[in-house]
């Protein structure tokens, strides 16, 4: 997506160096959700749950900080990845996922679980 934001982003003559990252992520919030249960039914929500976690995962760790890189040019690696590690939203889903594997009685019928 950050080379199709590149590619949108020269036609459209947008000179935001953020565009492009700004194409990686989507949110599903609240209209998300109904909109995936009307057409998949409610058993089947945890799934798209463990999708939007992943893309949440993924916003607060790598685009923030290919978004901290490039606004202050190179950054050590260690640093970004402190940084993203003290997150609120990372440290939350950490804690989930941690209870996912040790608080269920059979961790392969959690939602997580099933996707590994």
């Known amino acids: 997506m950050v080379v199709l934001g590149q590619y949108i982003g020269k ?8 565009f492009a990252l700004m194409m990686t992520g989507f949110e599903m919030g609240m209209f998300g959700y109904a909109v995936f249960v009307s057409f998949q039914g409610e058993a ?3 799934k798209i749950a463990l999708i ?6 993924f916003v607060f760790t ?3 900080a290919l978004m901290i890189k490039h606004r202050d040019g190179a950054a050590k690696g260690s640093d970004l990845l402190k940084k993203n590690h003290l997150q609120p939203c990372n440290t ?9 594997f040790h ?4 961790p392969e019928l959690s939602h997580l679980g099933y996707a590994l």
């Open 11 to 18: 036609l459209l003559r947008i000179r935001s160096p953020y």
């Open 44 to 46: 089947h929500l945890g």
């Open 52 to 57: 939007d976690l992943g893309q949440v995962v």
């Open 62 to 64: 790598i685009l923030m």
């Open 92 to 100: 939350c889903n950490y804690c989930w996922a941690c209870n996912q």
């Open 103 to 106: 608080c269920s009685p059979r």
